[in-house]
Structures are given as C-alpha cells and as structure tokens.
C-alpha cells in the first residue's frame, strides 16, 4: 500500500493566494483527518470525516479555511485568502473508521509558506 | 475535555542506552486508546506502539515499550538500546470517543 498521499509536498505563494492542499487516504480506509502543525501551536485537529461526511469542523480556524471529501479516495484543503500566519505543515491522515479502536496513518505532510 | 500533557519539552540519551518519555492525560471517558507517535526530521508521524485502555498488560514493540498507570493516567514510553535512528519528536496521543488529542511533544536526541 502507498499509504496517505499528500500533494503538493512544499507550496510557497503570496499573501491574498488560493492555497489548495490533496490528500489521498489509504484505500478502505473510511476516516480522515487534517492536521496543521505550526512550532508555536503543535499539531492541531482542523476537521475530519467519516464517509466522506464532515463530522467536526470546530478546529478550523476561520472561514478561510475549507475542506471537501466529494469521495471517499480524495479530500482537499482550500486556504482563501491566505495569509502568512498560515504557514505550517499540514497533515492528512486516514483510518479505517473513527472508533476508539483504530490507529491514524499520517501523510508525509505539505509545507506551506505564504510570504 | 481531554488534555495531553508532556512535560519535558527535549531530552537526550547516549546510544544504546534506554530513556523514558513521560506522558499524562485527562479524559472522563472510561474507552480510550493511547499512542506514541514518532516525527523524525522528515517530518512524517510514524506510529511507535498503541494501548488500549482496557487492557492491563504494557504494549511492547520491540524496544519499545510503554508503562500504563490507568489510574494515574500516566502513559510513559521507554526505548531500549536507543539508536541514533530514534532522534525525532514523540507525540503522545489519546483516542477517545471521536477525537484524538495530542501532546505538545519531546524532542528526543540520540548522541553517539
């Protein structure tokens, strides 16, 4: 299995840019998750799914920021307008269900830099 | 509300010797899972070893392994026989109901 696909691995662009980060779960997996990790605020939950359907989007951080999943292969990441306090590493991760018994498999994360 | 709490912000050992990273959680929830998650300077979150709540038994993975005091809520991991491999951030994480909660993490440095 190639495990979580993330896509584009680095992105530099300009404040005022649309920003759009991919992410391909692991295949079966039903569960998806999207993290941002910044070194003042650690990792952060943003929002995650459960078949496709958004189940907690409390941790996105303002209308800014959006996050679709129109099947269950593929899910992305929308920053417009971005800014530059929006740099960071933001992770996806998939699981096989959201339950207490499943482990979260990470993606190997996109850089972002919004100068 | 769940908390993760990591006290000790960076740590070292010498190669080959074992170290111990502590953890500790707050969680109402009677089901929950636990994790160690491993960020080397690639910056991909690799699990390192998982426990369930309920059990009593310690998860082992090889040279790693974890110390569970569900009363305490203590969750620390300890790695044996550190490689220089295991320099990285360690995450604690806990699982409950539909939410996972993390660490500020360690900064662990394996020296030579």
Redesign the interface.
Known sequence: DAGVIQSPRHEVTEMGQEVTLRCKPISGHNSLFWYRQTMMRGLELLIYFNNNVPIDDSGMPEDRFSAKMPNASFSTLKIQPSEPRDSAVYFCASSLRVGSTDTQYFGPGTRLTVL | AQTVTQSQPEMSVQEAETVTLSCTYDTSEN???L?W?KQPP??????VI?Q?AYKQQNATENRFSVNFQKAAKSFSLKISDSQLGDTAMY?CAI??????Y????TSLTVIP
């Open positions: 089901n929950y899972y994790f998650y690639s910056r991909q979150m690799i699990l998982r369930e995450f699982h409950t109901g539909n939410q996972f993390f660490g500020t993490g």
